[in-house]
């Protein structure tokens, strides 16, 4: 008996840890009457342009939500900008300004492009949590 249990012990320690993955849920304020929200997770290996986590969130009161689920704990950012046209992208205006409502976690600013991913960067703990983005022109 002592035997198998070592080798159940043994086995056990050989096993890679399995990863402990939570629920984000993205709040966005500063919608206006219009389009969709298109929202990105970003891991810190993405940055903050092409992202693998989407969602697209109608707006109510302003405010919209996207969760995604099974994220691990890491460091995250997050890239958001109101779809007003619907046209697919963000839209720019003669100065190369975005003309539509747009923003990123933590509020990072966005000069001549997108923020430096340390910039946007919230530290998300396995259980998950919410992030908030304030949305704007």
Same mark, same amino acid.
């Given at each position: 008996?002592?035997?198998?249990?070592?080798?159940?012990?043994? &086995?056990?320690?050989?096993?890679?840890?399995?990863?402990?993955?939570? =629920?984000?849920? !993205?709040?966005? =304020?500063?919608? !206006?009457?219009?389009?969709?929200?298109?929202?990105?997770?970003?891991?810190?290996?993405?940055?903050?342009?092409?992202?693998?986590?989407?969602?697209?969130?109608? !707006?109510?009161?302003? =405010?919209? &939500?996207?969760?995604?689920?099974?994220?691990?704990?890491?460091?995250?950012? &997050?890239?958001?900008?109101?779809?007003?046209?619907?046209?697919?992208?963000?839209?720019?205006?003669?100065?190369?300004?975005?003309?539509?409502?747009?923003?990123?976690?933590?509020?990072?600013?966005?000069?001549?492009?997108?923020?430096?991913?340390?910039?946007?960067?919230?530290? !998300?703990?396995?259980?998950?949590?919410?992030?908030?983005?304030?949305?704007?022109?």
């Amino acid at each position: 008996m002592p035997r198998l249990f070592t080798a159940a012990l043994f &086995v056990a320690l050989a096993l890679p840890a399995v990863a402990v993955a939570g =629920t984000v849920e !993205v709040r966005l =304020t500063g919608a !206006v009457p219009g389009g969709p929200v298109m929202v990105q997770l970003c891991s810190e290996a993405e940055g903050l342009m092409r992202c693998a986590r989407t969602a697209q969130v109608n !707006v109510s009161n302003g =405010t919209a &939500v996207a969760r995604f689920e099974n994220v691990p704990a890491g460091r995250w950012g &997050v890239a958001a900008f109101q779809d007003v046209n619907a046209d697919g992208r963000l839209g720019f205006g003669m100065m190369g300004r975005p003309n539509e409502p747009w923003g990123y976690s933590r509020n990072a600013p966005a000069v001549m492009g997108p923020p430096a991913f340390r910039d946007a960067a919230v530290n !998300v703990p396995a259980a998950g949590g919410v992030i908030p983005v304030a949305l704007g022109l």
